[in-house]
């Protein structure tokens, strides 16, 4: 069974960077398309990224794109995320989640097309 464990939150900055890992166990994350989330207070979760079981396809949203980056590290079974010129609309738990659809080339950014989820790690971004 797949477990998912994010790590890397921490307190940073405005315009600092942080990296987020997603580490999988009981299973190997190539098989699967990965989607990363956040969650702030008074707000409704929200896809950050995603990306397909190939890394055919890689995704973001307006808000976070050019300063977020999704990658694989199939080796380490691990999907990070970059996260550069933090603000503190940026803040909130961010997720990674998982699902075997997407047949190697699609990713979703609809939290319901996950299946696995893992704990959510905390990111601060304040001065």
């Known amino acids: 069974q797949l477990q998912l464990v994010e790590s890397g939150g921490a307190l940073v900055r405005p315009g600092g960077s942080l990296t987020l890992s997603c580490h999988a166990s009981g299973s190997s994350l190539e098989n699967y398309a990965i989607g990363w989330f956040r969650h702030a207070p008074g707000k409704e979760r929200e896809v950050v990224s995603c990306i397909s079981a190939t890394s055919y396809r890689k995704w973001y949203p307006d808000p976070v794109k050019d300063r977020f980056t999704i990658a694989r590290d199939n080796a380490a079974n691990t999907v990070d995320l970059q996260m550069s010129s933090l603000q503190p609309e940026d803040t909130g738990v961010y997720y990674c989640?998982?699902?075997?659809?997407?047949?190697?080339?699609?990713?979703?950014?609809?939290?319901?097309?996950?299946?696995?989820w893992g704990q959510g790690t905390q990111v601060t971004v304040s001065s």
């Open positions: 989640a998982a699902t075997l659809n997407g047949r190697g080339v699609l990713c979703y950014a609809n939290d319901y097309d996950y299946q696995d």
